[in-house]
């Protein structure tokens, strides 16, 4: 069974550039949810995606979007960079969407 | 609304000492309770889980943890640290029976392990 991979790694970006962070599913697994997880914090909730379409949203402005696709796979795009995006970004897949969640390894953003 | 607090951002213990991570919960509605483990540079995995039923949750690693509704905590407990164990814990809290899943986490307890 292949759990949850996050692509890229690392990502350094410039202010006011775009970002696409991409995540795989864990096998078998319909729901994604994404969360930004500041230095020094706790993860926060950002949007939820269940069969392709959004499904509950946190307190993220709209230059946070997401997609899924139909194999589950799942991107998350941020326009207009600011430096407090800097984070670490945790997708985390779920066999629907009320049931434990598990997370991939995360990609680090940079914004300069 | 639900929120978590999580007592003690840093606690050291020595190796085989008991290791007590603190975590209260508030919640309008019956919450489902979850512990995850961080480890430098990686992801979040999942210790253990409390939805319904026994109120002491077995997790992995040695880990356990008891819901208290009176007290509106969830506490992690292991009773003997190994050096493996230093990490970061989150305590996580979703609402039972709504919509999505979209976790709650509190700010973190670091656990430092000393030989």
């Known amino acids: 069974e292949t759990g949850v991979t996050q692509s890229p790694t690392h990502l350094i970006k410039t202010r006011g550039q775009q970002v696409t962070l991409r995540c795989s599913s864990q096998?078998?697994?319909?729901?994604v949810s994404w969360y930004q997880q500041a230095l020094g914090q706790g993860p926060q909730f950002i949007f939820q995606y269940y069969r392709e379409e959004e499904n509950g949203r946190g307190n993220f402005p709209p230059r946070f979007s997401g997609l899924q696709f139909p194999n589950y796979s799942s991107e998350l795009n941020v326009n207009a960079l600011e430096l407090d995006d800097s984070a670490l970004y945790l997708c985390a897949s779920s066999l629907v969407e009320v049931d434990t969640q598990y997370f991939g390894p995360g990609t680090r953003l940079t914004v300069l | 609304a639900q929120s978590v607090t999580q007592l003690g951002s840093h606690v050291s213990v020595s190796e085989g000492a008991l290791v007590l991570l603190r975590c209260n919960y508030s919640s309008s509605v019956p919450p489902y309770l979850f512990w995850y483990v961080q480890y430098p540079n990686q992801g979040l995995q999942l210790l253990l889980k409390y939805t319904t039923g026994a109120t002491l949750v077995k997790g992995i690693n040695g880990f356990e943890a008891e819901f208290k509704k009176s007290e509106t905590s969830f506490h992690l407990t292991k009773p003997s640290a190994h050096m493996s164990d230093a990490a970061e814990y989150f305590c996580?809290?979703?609402?039972?029976?709504?919509?999505?899943?979209?976790?709650?986490f509190g700010t973190g307890t670091l656990l430092a392990v000393q030989p």
């Open positions: 096998s078998g697994h319909n729901t």
């Open positions: 996580a809290v979703t609402p039972y029976g709504g919509a999505t899943n979209k976790l709650i």
